[in-house]
């Protein structure tokens, strides 16, 4: 069966470390692969995406990710957190050629600042 | 409207009830997707629409578990015989679907925190 797998559960660091969050799925065929974001008491925002073309991935407010399709990874690194970075991040994929279908997400991983 | 939108956020109710949650997708969206989330874990899929039929169901957990979508806007998830198990928040999500080969992006509500005691 089609999973993802995050293996950090909880990261913490300080204002302006680096950071970079794991995730690896399980699928050997075409894959459309996301970061989502849920800040607290906000709901699930995508961050990036990445369906074809450069496996470098730049989404918003400075996160990038990386498709490398012969680790089946997609982490999401930022150089720099802020606090407002604080949030549970979950990596998703969604797999074949269909336009809607379901996506599959990671049990998701709490960033957590220290100021 | 400007995002998909549920009601109510919140539900509590007892075991053994009947519940019906609600989902406003975002205008134009044809395909209306519902998932569960519990404490500590990513959300899980439960079925998806693609106008007003229910185009793949395979993640509802059992025959108590149902959801319309007669004019292929709103949906409602119902709930019968409702069991503790069945505290999640509840999410729903719409997208576009657009051209096939390139999945659409998803775009989420709030969520219904539903609570059986």
């Known amino acids: 069966a089609q999973s993802v797998s995050q293996h950090n559960h909880h990261v913490i660091l300080s204002e302006a470390a680096s950071l970079e969050l794991g995730c690896n799925y399980s699928y050997g065929g075409t894959v459309n692969l996301f970061w989502y974001v849920q800040y607290p008491g906000q709901h699930l925002q995508l961050l990036l995406k990445?369906?074809?073309?450069?496996?470098l991935v730049k989404g918003i407010k400075g996160f990038e990710a990386e498709f490398i399709k012969s680790k089946f990874s997609f982490n999401l690194r930022k150089p720099s957190v802020q606090w407002s970075d604080t949030a549970e991040y979950f990596c998703?994929?969604?797999?074949?050629?269909?336009?809607?279908?379901?996506?599959?997400f990671g049990s998701g991983t709490r960033l957590s600042i220290r100021p | 409207g400007a995002g998909v939108s549920q009601t109510p956020s919140n539900k509590v109710t007892e075991k053994g009830k009947y519940v019906e949650l609600r989902c406003d997708p975002i205008s134009g969206h044809t395909a209306l997707y519902w998932y569960r989330q519990s404490l500590g874990q990513g959300p899980e899929f439960l079925i998806y629409?693609?106008?007003?039929?229910?185009?793949?169901d395979s993640g509802l957990p059992n025959d108590r578990f149902f959801a319309v979508r007669p004019e292929g806007s709103v949906s409602t998830l119902k709930i019968q015989r409702t069991e503790r198990g069945d505290s999640a928040v509840y999410l729903c999500?719409?997208?576009?679907?657009?051209?096939?080969?390139?999945?659409?992006?998803?775009?989420f509500g709030p969520g219904t925190r539903l609570t059986v005691l």
């Open positions: 999500a719409s997208s576009l679907n657009g051209a096939p080969g390139i999945a659409d992006t998803q775009y």
């Open positions: 629409f693609q106008g007003t039929g229910a185009a793949d």
């Open positions: 990445y369906f074809s073309g450069d496996p």
């Open positions: 998703a994929v969604i797999t074949g050629y269909s336009s809607a279908s379901k996506i599959i």
